[in-house]
């Protein structure tokens, strides 16, 4: 099971940015597709963007399409989000997920430990 650590989540005001990324533990982590979902308070988990194996074919839920861009570095055996015109809505825990380009969570393989993403109005 490939092991999967989030960085660059945070604090930042409506209409900015953030950076998050993923460093997964093995090199099979390019055997899989890759994926962030998102859950905020009281609400279940959500798909949020997945890459397929080479990074060529990517997936976005509606709600972020034109804000969000997922890219992968497989010889880094690394991950980003790309976030953009950030929105109080966009507020929740981001995790870094292998599988799951469906949408689906029961597709993941292996999730995260998930970092914050908190959006001031």
């Known amino acids: 099971q490939v092991q999967l650590v989030e960085s660059g989540g945070g604090l930042v005001q409506a209409g900015g940015s953030l950076r998050l990324s993923c460093e997964a533990s093995a090199r099979t982590f390019r055997a899989y597709d890759m994926g962030w979902f998102r859950q905020a308070p009281g609400k279940e988990r959500e798909f949020v963007a997945a890459a397929d194996v080479r990074g060529s074919r990517t997936n976005y839920a509606d709600s972020v399409k034109g804000r969000f861009i997922i890219s992968r570095e497989n010889a880094k055996m690394r991950m980003y989000l790309q976030m953009n015109s950030l929105k109080p809505e966009d507020t929740a825990v981001y995790f870094c997920?292998?599988?799951?380009?469906?949408?689906?969570?029961?597709?993941?393989?292996?999730w995260g430990q998930g970092t914050q993403v908190t959006v001031s109005s």
């Open positions: 997920v292998t599988g799951g380009y469906s949408g689906r969570p029961a597709d993941v393989a292996s």
